[in-house]
């Protein structure tokens, strides 16, 4: 076991630190060119999906069960089987589903936009208030927190546990604000820490007093079926059924898609809600467009069949993520462990390994990772308008590069991690 | 040629009445079912396109002329190739075009909603302002017209002419109403009444001195290359350019899609503009989504290759169209002409034919079309809020059923035109 750094001496901490800088300068000649940055599916995970764009071609029959054609206008609210297969992964009933395009970030936008613009279920619209307030779980997802900025809504950072938000804190912001319209969930292998949310906490949200009536709690579920393990697989309470069950039906929207599962970008995407909350959606689809692409809708369901499908499909997903995962998790544990220069959670879905640094480090271990040519997303990127208050936090997302490569980013990653420590402890002796 | 029902005697007209009311029963007694209330492509036409789902499959390098993998975020633009297809059959250059999903009619809602929300390049959000205005050209598309309803725009009826919006009025209130922020235009072969624009009130177009610098020309291009002939094609002139050339280069946004050319709602759309304000859309459009879908575009951009490929295409959907639109110009001709009792314009192109009744008379003749089982677009559609002033206008869209049940149902419809006008001349006699 390292002894921690805290604990070195100052000439300690400087043959250390001269020691760093050597390999740091080694490590530049290499020219690396990695990026970790978001959260791209690799190229052998691509490779998965490529036989799904043989299951529609010109012989297909293009009829849904129901018999609908998927080449014509209709079915605004998605194929019949494509909804069933949906709700199945979100864990809902299909009536309480609409599949849409082909990001569930697009949905999101639009409910928050919709809620600007038209309010909720007959509410006051959001634009017309003086104040509107969102609570933020952090560290959290950047694009969540991009959204709720563009409309200026005011964010507020709740922090993130093992077991999900701090649920006094949420409490008491929902139950006594009434400014306070909604809360960005990640529920499931939470972007970027990896936690999910605990039964107890799934409950608390199901039985919030929300001070306000519009007010919801928007359930990204991204990582809903996107174990890495095939033994040890995170479940988490369906908050439909709990917020039905605790008089709060009309409280909660989850997202999904399959982003992750076929293509980013090329996949489909759902909300799910009670039905008095998909009825108003709809009322506001159906100015917006005709109908979602429902070919895709159709390609999809054919491929996938059911849930037993998606399942086994993203037992081949996790093979090759695994190890990649494993490069980081295995580095940090034998480059960092006792340093005691930063903290981690191994996470057994999602996309994401979150890592803390020593508070005022994050932003100069991200420009020290560059200069080595690896990207990582920004520093602070994982907080409200991007400031994180104790320089901390940084999202690693290992699934774009090669095992190989990962376990060379992950080496540049710790020795960045190193240095920066090294000088935050100097300058504070 | 037959006498104007007008110059019928009572007598006369209660002869004519109790022949129509025996041939009315005998249609009844056949137990129709048409549909001509939408604009949806037949299913020979959905057939056309059906080879195009074969472009992609497995075995495809799936990578774009510039190397970007359309199986993974990116391109928010959309792919090059698929901008260039669509910048070329929008007649203007590859970066003034943003490809988005499946669906024009998506993008001019978000384009009036980020008006609202934030405004245009920072004016103030169209949200925050006492009054808007949109005008109207009437008839027109219920879409267009059921957007800015939702969104509480105030809409104001412009009379479309031959040629065109009659241009004294747009002129009128752009250049002096300063809550006046824009106009829904079809261009070419109009929704619903098949005109396209002389090059005079395009430059007028292009003239306008707004009042509002937030004005924008919305210029739904939805037909620009659905032409019904070879021979005689309307040309409209390129209202971007022509924006540029009279100094308001900021003026205008072009919507288009391939709705009507590959698969309605699985096709690719696009909005053409100065890049100043593609630049502002982007902007949005960053928080909105990570990214269109991209394999869809790379479909397109592969099985229509470039803009010959679109035309050569469109002439195979016009060999189809054609006989539908002969079938009911044929029939108004030979059953209602020199009846004076409505009218109508041959279209060059298109997915309509508008047809004006006796005033009083559609609504009448649209229930009575219904009671036949010939299902048309219901009467009033045509106007802001379904509120035709005179209750004359009827769409007729001949797209869908077969050539032999257009017939019937033409020959259905000039049925009920004639019982309608009838009872309304007794009726003021």
Not at 133 to 160: A, Q, S, W
Not at 307 to 332: D, Q, S, Y
Request: charge should be negative.
């Amino acid at each position: 076991m390292q002894r921690p750094y805290k604990d070195l001496t100052v000439n300690e901490l400087l043959s250390v630190k001269a020691a760093l800088e050597e390999e740091y300068k080694t490590m530049e000649s290499k020219g690396l060119n990695l990026n970790m940055a978001r959260g791209k599916p690799g190229f052998s995970q691509l490779a998965l999906s490529m036989p799904m764009l043989d299951v529609i071609n010109s012989e297909s029959d293009m009829r849904t069960v129901l018999g609908n054609d998927t080449r014509n206008y209709g079915d605004l609210d998605g194929i019949g089987e494509c909804r069933r297969l949906m709700a199945n992964m979100m864990g809902v009933e299909k009536d309480n589903v609409v599949v849409c395009g082909n990001s569930s970030l697009n949905i999101m936008y639009d409910t928050v936009s919709r809620s600007m613009s038209h309010g909720v279920n007959g509410s006051t619209p959001w634009c017309k208030l003086d104040k509107v307030k969102f609570l933020c779980p952090v560290p959290g997802y950047d694009r969540h927190f991009k959204i709720t900025e563009f409309f200026g809504i005011e964010m507020i950072n709740i922090p993130l546990h093992l077991d999900g938000p701090d649920m006094d804190l949420v409490e008491q912001y929902v139950n006594n604000d009434p400014t306070v319209k909604g809360i960005w969930c990640v529920p499931k292998y939470s972007n970027p820490t990896g936690i999910s949310y605990s039964d107890e906490v799934v409950r608390r949200f199901a039985n919030l007093k929300p001070a306000a009536e519009d007010f919801r709690i928007f359930w990204d579920d991204a990582y809903c079926i996107h174990h890495l393990y095939d033994d040890i697989q995170d479940e988490v309470l369906c908050i439909l059924d709990e917020c039905e069950k605790a008089g709060n039906p009309d409280m909660v929207y989850i997202f999904a898609s399959t982003s992750k599962i076929s293509f980013p970008g090329s996949g489909v995407s759902a909300i799910a809600s009670s039905l008095k909350n998909i009825d108003f959606i709809e009322a506001q689809m159906t100015i917006q467009t005709i109908g979602h692409d429902k070919i895709n809708q159709l390609r999809h369901s054919r491929f996938f069949k059911d849930i037993n499908g998606l399942k086994a499909h993203m037992k081949l997903h996790a093979e090759l993520l695994r190890p990649k995962f494993e490069a980081v998790l295995n580095t940090l544990e034998a480059e960092l462990g006792g340093l005691e220069i930063g903290s981690w959670v191994k996470p057994r879905g999602g996309y994401f390994i979150s890592f803390d640094a020593l508070p005022g480090c994050a932003t100069d271990i991200v420009a020290k990772c560059k200069a080595l040519g690896v990207v990582l997303t920004g520093a602070g990127a994982t907080y409200p308008y991007g400031k994180d208050p104790l320089d901390s936090n940084i999202r690693i997302a290992p699934s774009f590069p090669t095992p190989e490569e990962m376990e060379a980013a992950a080496k540049a990653f710790v020795l960045c991690v190193k240095l920066a420590s090294v000088e935050k402890i100097l300058s504070e002796k």
